[in-house]
């Protein structure tokens, strides 16, 4: 790709999704925005590029930021964290709480908000079935699928035989030869689905959530967009209320009242205005 036509690229990414792509980027771009050009029978990068601009806000910027985005996700994907929420939730269950909102925000293809379904559905079992799952992503493509919840046999293989016989049924319902298997309905009930860009705070939701899963996006973004971001998630917390980051992201250069539990894991104060170190020795 020419250099100012990358550029523009870069910059489209940018202005839409807060996604910032490195020079080192530009192989990827070029053979991903190449397979666009030849789905829509286009020749040049510039005719792309015009294509694209034309349609700002429509749904080829969609395609294109599918085409950049990594959507990599597995079931139970650092598991560590996953043992934490359900900590977490039995402690609060056992003190009384009988509510729970988790928002997964960059949800993929649904295997990270179903594994925290899992593990709620686990944690609470006979205290309380009220428990809920806001599962975002910026991609409309990944959201789809996410909803169908049909994943291929070789996706299942973090989860055990039990919670496959559990929260699976095989279907037909995959395109491929290889069995597939839907989330049952029961599990699916408590999960979510809807688009929200993590890049244009403030965001359309109310809250409060007792805990955010916001892993391996940030990666992704800037000081900027990542500030804007982690404002709001903290809005969004309860009092309390704890963010779960990716194993590999951190949240220096950013500014907040997050104290930070773990390298991964922060909790909003319980009452503002008195340091956390306090607050987590009483509660
Ligand atoms: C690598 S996946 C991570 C999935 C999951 N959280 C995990 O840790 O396995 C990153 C996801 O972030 C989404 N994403 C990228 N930019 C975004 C934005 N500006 N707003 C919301 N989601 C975004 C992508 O579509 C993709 O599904």
């Not at 910059?11 to 020079?23: C, D, K, R, T």
Request: proline share 4%.
């Amino acid at each position: 790709v020419d250099q100012t036509l990358f550029r523009r690229f870069r910059e489209i990414a940018y202005e839409s999704a807060g996604i910032a792509l490195s020079a080192e980027k530009e192989a990827l771009v070029s053979a991903r925005v190449g397979k666009r050009m030849r789905a829509l029978g286009i020749t040049t990068t510039s005719g792309y590029l015009e294509r694209l601009e034309a349609d700002r806000g429509g749904e080829e910027l969609l395609a294109f930021l599918d085409a950049i985005s990594t959507n990599y996700t597995r079931f139970f994907r650092e598991p560590e964290h996953f043992e934490f929420l359900v900590g977490v939730v039995r402690q609060s269950a056992k003190r009384g709480r009988k509510s729970f909102r988790i928002w997964c925000a960059a949800s993929s293809t649904g295997e990270e908000p179903y594994s925290l379904a899992i593990c709620l559905s686990e944690a609470l079992e006979g205290v309380t079935d009220d428990y809920r799952i806001l599962a975002t992503d910026i991609s409309t493509r990944v959201l789809a699928n996410a909803g169908n919840g049909v994943f291929s046999e070789k996706s299942l293989a973090p989860l055990s035989k039990s919670r496959r016989a559990k929260y699976f049924r095989k279907t037909t319902a995959g395109s491929g030869r290889e069995p597939c298997f839907e989330v049952t309905p029961e599990l699916k009930q408590h999960v979510l689905f809807r688009r929200l860009n993590l890049a244009k705070p403030p965001f359309p939701l109310r809250g409060p959530v007792d805990l955010v899963f916001c892993r391996n996006v940030m990666i992704y973004f800037d000081n900027a967009v990542r500030q804007g971001l982690i404002s709001e998630v903290e809005r969004l917390l309860r009092p309390g209320g704890y963010l779960v980051i990716g194993l590999a992201e951190s949240l220096s250069g950013v500014s907040c009242e997050l104290s930070q539990l773990r390298p991964s894991v922060y909790r909003k104060r319980s009452i503002p205005g008195i340091a956390s170190a306090t607050i987590a020795r009483s509660t």
